[in-house]
C-alpha cells in the first residue's frame, strides 16, 4: 500500500522538478496544466461571490444552478440521439481527482476485481488500490510512437468477477483516444458482464480530430441514464483552472443520493465562490475552450514535427489531450525514464515528466518513455526546448 501512494505522478515529477533546483533558466514542461491564466470574467466571478460575503455550506450536490449549467452544457455535447442528461444526475466535486476518488469509493469494495486501462495517470490506479482491491492492467502498446488497445486483450480481462472498468480517453499520457466503435464493445461487453465503467473524461474537449460535436467520442453519446456508468469531468483543462479544483460526475440517477453523502464525509461541499466561477465558464464556454484548444493543435503541431527531426525520438502526434508522449529509442542507457527526466533537467535545463510515473508493476509498458505538456502560452518555448535536447544528446559521452 505505502508504495502503490508513493508511486504518484506529482510525487516522480517533483523529485525531478527538485533536482533541477540548482537551475534558474529551467523550461518546465513536466505538469499537465497551461501556463495561461484563467480569463478574467471567471476570476471575477469568484470574487464578486466573495463580496456578496457567499462564505457558507452549499449543498453537498452542489449550487442547483451550477448543476443546471453542467446538465445543459454536456447535454450539448452529445450528438445526435444521445440521452438528455438532467440535474438529477450530476455531482459538482472539488476536482476531478475528488470525483475519481468519491466514484471508487461509491463502487469498490476491499476484494473486488478492478480492470484498468494503462498506462495512465496513476491515481486512477491507486485510488481503487487503496480502497483494498485487486488492480488488473491492460496496456495500450505503442505502434510507431502511437497507442493503441487491444480490444480483444481488454474484453477477455473483463469477466463477471470485474465489479469495475477503468478507462481514461483521451488518455493522459499517450493522447490515445476510444474510437465511438470500441465504445460501444465495450459498453456491450461490460453490460453482459454486470461491469460497472468509470470513464475520466476531463480531455474531452481537448480533442484534434474532426468530430460532429467537436469533441472527443463519450460513453455518454452511447450509454443509456440507468446504464452503469459513472463519468468524470473537470473545469481544470478545457476552461484554464487548474488550480480552482472544480469538477462534476455524471451518473445514473439512482446512484445521486447516495454520492452526495460521500461529499459530506469527504470535503461537505465545493466552495461557493468557485462554484459561482464555474457557472461563469459554463455561460461563456464559446469565448475560452474553442481558443484553448485551437492554441493546443497549434502547440502539438509546432512540436510534434521538431521532435520527430531529432534522430533517436519516436513519437507521434497524440489525437487528444495536451502532451507529447516519446522515447530516446535505440539506447539502453535512456530506458529508466526517471534517470533520464533527472538527467535533462540537471544538464539541460528541461523539464519533462518521467514515463515511470504512469506505470505500475504490473504495466510497464511506458518505462523508458518522456511527457512533454506541450500546453505553452509561448510557442517559441517548445523549440527552445527541442533545442535544448538536441545538444544534449549530442554531449560527448552521454
Keep these: 500500500?505505502?508504495?502503490?501512494?508513493?508511486?504518484?505522478?506529482?510525487?516522480?515529477?517533483?523529485?525531478?522538478a527538485n533536482a533541477g533546483m540548482g537551475r534558474s533558466d529551467v523550461l518546465k514542461f513536466w505538469f499537465g496544466e497551461s501556463d495561461e491564466v484563467t480569463p478574467a470574467f471567471i476570476r471575477e466571478a469568484a470574487a464578486q461571490s466573495l463580496s456578496r460575503g457567499e462564505t457558507f455550506y452549499a449543498h453537498n450536490l452542489g449550487l442547483p444552478e451550477l448543476r443546471e449549467a453542467?446538465?445543459?452544457?454536456?447535454?450539448?455535447?452529445?450528438?445526435?440521439?444521445?440521452?438528455?442528461?438532467g440535474a438529477d444526475r450530476?455531482?459538482?466535486?472539488?476536482?476531478?481527482?475528488?470525483?475519481?476518488?468519491?466514484?471508487?469509493?461509491?463502487?469498490?469494495?476491499?476484494?473486488?476485481?478492478?480492470?484498468?486501462?494503462?498506462?495512465?495517470?496513476?491515481?486512477?490506479?491507486?485510488?481503487?488500490?487503496?480502497?483494498?482491491?485487486?488492480?488488473?492492467?491492460?496496456?495500450?502498446?505503442p505502434v510507431a510512437g502511437q497507442w493503441q488497445l487491444d480490444m480483444a486483450e481488454l474484453l477477455a480481462a473483463i469477466t463477471a468477477k470485474t465489479r469495475l472498468l477503468i478507462v481514461n480517453a483521451p488518455n493522459n499520457p499517450t493522447g490515445w483516444t476510444?474510437?465511438?466503435?470500441?465504445?460501444?464493445?465495450?459498453?456491450?461487453?461490460?453490460?453482459?458482464?454486470?461491469?460497472?465503467?468509470?470513464?475520466?473524461?476531463?480531455?474531452e474537449r481537448l480533442y484534434f480530430e474532426s468530430s460532429p460535436n467537436g469533441c472527443a467520442p463519450s460513453f455518454l453519446d452511447l450509454a443509456s441514464p440507468d446504464d452503469r456508468l459513472v463519468v468524470v469531468h473537470s473545469f481544470s483543462?478545457?476552461?484554464?483552472?487548474?488550480?480552482?479544483?472544480?469538477?462534476?460526475?455524471?451518473?445514473?440517477?439512482?446512484?445521486?443520493?447516495?454520492?452526495g453523502?460521500?461529499?459530506?464525509?469527504?470535503?461537505?461541499?465545493?466552495?461557493?465562490f468557485i462554484q459561482r466561477a464555474g457557472v461563469a465558464a459554463l455561460q461563456h464556454t464559446d469565448e475560452v475552450t474553442p481558443r484553448v484548444v485551437a492554441h493546443l493543435k497549434t502547440c502539438r503541431d509546432t512540436l510534434i514535427p521538431l521532435l520527430q527531426a531529432v534522430p533517436g525520438v519516436q513519437v507521434a502526434p497524440a489525437q487528444g489531450g495536451m502532451y507529447a508522449f516519446f522515447r530516446l529509442t535505440g539506447q539502453a542507457r535512456f530506458s529508466d525514464s526517471f534517470d533520464t527526466a533527472k538527467r535533462l533537467v540537471v544538464e539541460a535545463g528541461l523539464g519533462l515528466a518521467p514515463g515511470s510515473a504512469f506505470i505500475t508493476d504490473r504495466s510497464p509498458e511506458a518505462q523508458g518513455w518522456l511527457r512533454w505538456c506541450f500546453a505553452s502560452q509561448d510557442v517559441a518555448r517548445l523549440g527552445q526546448g527541442v533545442e535544448r535536447l538536441k545538444r544534449w544528446l549530442a554531449l560527448p559521452g552521454l
Design 261 to 272: 453523502k460521500l461529499i459530506e464525509f469527504n470535503t461537505s461541499c465545493a466552495p461557493v
Design 237 to 259: 483543462k478545457s476552461f484554464l483552472m487548474t488550480g480552482w479544483r472544480l469538477g462534476w460526475l455524471v451518473m445514473p440517477p439512482a446512484m445521486t443520493e447516495q454520492l
Design 90 to 141: 450530476i455531482a459538482v466535486t472539488s476536482g476531478g481527482v475528488n470525483a475519481l476518488m468519491l466514484a471508487v469509493q461509491a463502487l469498490v469494495d476491499a476484494g473486488d476485481e478492478v480492470v484498468a486501462v494503462t498506462p495512465v495517470w496513476p491515481n486512477l490506479t491507486a485510488q481503487p488500490a487503496i480502497m483494498g482491491a485487486h488492480v488488473k492492467c491492460v496496456s495500450l502498446k
Design 178 to 203: 476510444l474510437s465511438r466503435a470500441e465504445q460501444q464493445a465495450i459498453l456491450a461487453h461490460c453490460r453482459s458482464t454486470g461491469t460497472w465503467i468509470l470513464a475520466d473524461e476531463v480531455y
Design 70 to 85: 453542467i446538465a445543459d452544457y454536456a447535454t450539448a455535447l452529445r450528438c445526435t440521439g444521445a440521452a438528455t442528461i
Design 1 to 16: 500500500m505505502r508504495q502503490t501512494v508513493l508511486n504518484l505522478e506529482a510525487s516522480l515529477i517533483r523529485q525531478v
